[in-house]
C-alpha cells in the first residue's frame, strides 16, 4: 500500500518516514509541507540519504488521494482541521496526528486550544485511535484522530484502574514529564538551549490541552471518572514522556492483587510491557521504540495506588501509534513495521 506525509519536515512527519521506509506492508509515495515544493528532504534531514531522497512536493488533495491509499497529517493543530475537509471529500483515508479531531464536543477544543474548532460533519467521522482499547472496527473508517502523547501514556497506566473501578474517582494526579522533541521543530522560549538545559521546568500548568482529551476518555470508560489534575514538566532529554499517576484506592487492595490486574489486561498487547512487581520504568527503556511500559505500586500507609508509565513521544506518542492505527485499519499485523528495540543507552 501506498502512503503520503504531509507535515514530513516536522519531527513527526520525519518519524513516520523512519518507520514507514523499513515497513513490510508500505510504498511511501509522497512527501508535503507549506511552501517547499520541489525541495529535497536530505536537504532537510541529511540522515535521510539513501534511506529516502524524495522530494517534497505540492500539497493537491485530489491528486494526492488517487496516489495514496493512506495520508498521514503530521501537521499543527489548525492546520489539519483546515486541510483534512479536502483530503476526505476526495475519498482519502486519513491519519491525523495533530488534536484537531480527538475532542468531540467542539467547545472544549474551543476552551483548550483557543480557537475555531474542526467542522461538525468531519469530525464526526472521526475515530479517537488509542489502539489497545480501540473498540470500533476500523477497517473502514475514514478518518482516525491519533491520541495525543500525554494521554497515550497516562490512559494506558490507568486503564485497567478506571475500567475496573478500583479507585476513587476524584483523586487522580497524573504528574508528567517530557522531552523537547514533544514541542516539535521549532524552538520556542522554553525549549531554547539556554533555558531548558540543566533545567526542570512546569509548564502550561492546569491550562494543558490534554486534560480534557484524557478525561473524555476516562468518562468514556467508566461514567463516574471525575476531573483530573494533570501537571506537565519540560525535562532537558530529546525524546520520551514519564507520567507517574496517583489514585486513591476505593477497595482493599495489595500489590499482587494490582501487578496480575495489569499482566492479565495487557497480556495479549504486545506494545504494553508491564513491568515485574518492585521495578519501574525509564524512558531510555522505550527510546526510539513503540513500547509503553508500566509499572504499579500500591502504598499501604497511605492507600494509595502509585503507576508509572513511560513512551517515546515520537514512536508510541505519536507516528508509531499512527502506523498501528494503519496496520489495523487496513488488516495488517498490528506489528508490521513496528516490531524493533529500543535504542539504548
Ligand atoms: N512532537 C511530538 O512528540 C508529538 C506531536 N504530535 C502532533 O503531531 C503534529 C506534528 O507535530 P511535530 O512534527 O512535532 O510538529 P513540527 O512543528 O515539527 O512539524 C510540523 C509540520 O507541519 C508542516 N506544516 C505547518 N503548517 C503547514 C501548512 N499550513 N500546510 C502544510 N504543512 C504545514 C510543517 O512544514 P514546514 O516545515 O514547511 O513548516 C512541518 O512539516 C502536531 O499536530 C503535534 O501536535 C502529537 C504527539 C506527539
Ligand atoms: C514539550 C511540548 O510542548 N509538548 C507538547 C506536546 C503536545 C502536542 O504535541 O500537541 P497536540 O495537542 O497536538 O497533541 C505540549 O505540551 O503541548
Given at each position: 500500500?501506498?502512503?503520503?506525509?504531509?507535515?514530513?519536515?516536522?519531527?513527526?512527519g520525519?518519524?513516520?518516514?523512519?518507520?514507514?521506509?523499513?515497513?513490510?506492508?508500505?510504498?511511501?509515495?509522497?512527501?508535503?509541507?507549506?511552501?517547499?515544493?520541489?525541495e529535497?528532504?536530505?536537504?532537510?534531514?541529511?540522515?535521510?540519504?539513501?534511506?529516502?531522497?524524495?522530494?517534497?512536493?505540492?500539497?493537491?488533495?485530489?491528486?494526492?488521494?488517487?496516489?495514496?491509499?493512506?495520508?498521514f497529517?503530521?501537521?499543527?493543530?489548525?492546520?489539519?482541521?483546515?486541510?483534512?475537509?479536502?483530503?476526505?471529500?476526495?475519498?482519502?483515508?486519513?491519519?491525523?496526528?495533530?488534536?484537531?479531531?480527538?475532542?468531540?464536543?467542539?467547545r472544549?477544543?474551543?476552551?483548550?486550544?483557543?480557537?475555531k474548532?474542526?467542522?461538525?460533519?468531519?469530525?464526526?467521522?472521526?475515530v479517537y485511535?488509542?489502539?489497545?482499547?480501540?473498540?470500533?472496527?476500523v477497517?473502514?473508517?475514514?478518518?482516525?484522530?491519533?491520541?495525543?502523547?500525554?494521554?497515550?501514556a497516562?490512559?494506558?497506566?490507568?486503564?485497567?484502574?478506571v475500567?475496573?473501578?478500583?479507585?476513587?474517582?476524584?483523586?487522580?494526579?497524573?504528574?508528567?514529564?517530557?522531552?523537547?522533541?514533544?514541542?516539535?521543530?521549532?524552538?520556542?522560549?522554553?525549549?531554547?538551549?539556554?533555558?531548558?538545559?540543566?533545567?526542570?521546568?512546569?509548564?502550561?500548568?492546569?491550562?494543558?490541552?490534554?486534560?480534557?482529551?484524557?478525561?473524555?476518555i476516562?468518562?468514556?470508560?467508566?461514567?463516574?471518572?471525575?476531573?483530573?489534575?494533570?501537571?506537565?514538566?519540560?525535562?532537558?532529554?530529546?525524546?520520551?514522556?514519564?507520567?507517574?499517576?496517583?489514585?486513591?484506592?476505593?477497595?482493599?487492595?495489595?500489590?499482587?492483587?494490582?501487578s496480575?490486574?495489569?499482566?492479565?489486561?495487557?497480556?495479549?498487547?504486545?506494545?504494553?510491557?508491564?513491568r515485574?512487581?518492585?521495578?519501574?520504568?525509564?524512558?531510555?527503556?522505550?527510546?526510539?521504540?513503540?513500547?509503553?511500559d508500566?509499572?504499579?505500586?500500591?502504598?499501604e500507609?497511605?492507600?494509595?495506588?502509585?503507576?508509572?508509565?513511560?513512551?517515546d513521544?515520537?514512536?508510541?506518542?505519536?507516528?508509531?501509534?499512527?502506523?498501528?492505527?494503519?496496520?489495523?485499519?487496513?488488516?495488517?499485523?498490528?506489528?508490521?513495521?513496528?516490531a524493533?528495540?529500543?535504542?539504548?543507552?
Open positions: 500500500m501506498k502512503a503520503a506525509i504531509v507535515g514530513a519536515t516536522g519531527y513527526g520525519a518519524e513516520l518516514i523512519r518507520i514507514l521506509q523499513q515497513h513490510p506492508n508500505v510504498i511511501l509515495q509522497s512527501y508535503h509541507a507549506s511552501n517547499s515544493h520541489g529535497s528532504m536530505v536537504k532537510r534531514y541529511p540522515h535521510f540519504q539513501a534511506v529516502s531522497e524524495m522530494d517534497l512536493a505540492n500539497i493537491d488533495p485530489g491528486q494526492i488521494a488517487a496516489d495514496a491509499d493512506v495520508v497529517m503530521a501537521t499543527p493543530s489548525g492546520v489539519s482541521s483546515e486541510l483534512v475537509p479536502a483530503f476526505m471529500s476526495e475519498g482519502a483515508r486519513v491519519i491525523d496526528l495533530s488534536g484537531d479531531f480527538r475532542l468531540k464536543d467542539p472544549q477544543y474551543e476552551k483548550w486550544y483557543k480557537r474548532a474542526p467542522e461538525k460533519t468531519v469530525l464526526d467521522h472521526a485511535g488509542l489502539t489497545e482499547w480501540l473498540d470500533t472496527d477497517s473502514e473508517t475514514q478518518l482516525l484522530s491519533n491520541p495525543g502523547c500525554y494521554p497515550t497516562a490512559l494506558l497506566g490507568l486503564a485497567p484502574l475500567k475496573n473501578d478500583l479507585i476513587d474517582s476524584n483523586s487522580i494526579i497524573i504528574d508528567a514529564k517530557t522531552g523537547v522533541s514533544g514541542a516539535g521543530k521549532n524552538p520556542t522560549s522554553i525549549t531554547h538551549f539556554a533555558e531548558m538545559n540543566d533545567n526542570l521546568k512546569a509548564y502550561k500548568v492546569l491550562e494543558h490541552q490534554h486534560t480534557p482529551e484524557i478525561e473524555q476516562l468518562v468514556g470508560w467508566n461514567p463516574d471518572a471525575g476531573p483530573v489534575t494533570f501537571g506537565t514538566h519540560l525535562v532537558p532529554m530529546t525524546r520520551g514522556i514519564m507520567t507517574t499517576i496517583y489514585a486513591d484506592a476505593s477497595q482493599d487492595m495489595t500489590a499482587a492483587k494490582l496480575d490486574l495489569y499482566k492479565e489486561t495487557y497480556e495479549n498487547s504486545y506494545f504494553v510491557r508491564i515485574e512487581q518492585g521495578t519501574y520504568p525509564g524512558t531510555k527503556e522505550v527510546y526510539g521504540s513503540n513500547f509503553c508500566v509499572s504499579v505500586a500500591y502504598d500507609r497511605t492507600n494509595r495506588i502509585m503507576v508509572v508509565s513511560v513512551i513521544n515520537l514512536v508510541k506518542g505519536a507516528s508509531g501509534q499512527a502506523v498501528q492505527n494503519m496496520n489495523r485499519m487496513f488488516g495488517l499485523d498490528e506489528k508490521a513495521g513496528l524493533f528495540a529500543p535504542v539504548f543507552p
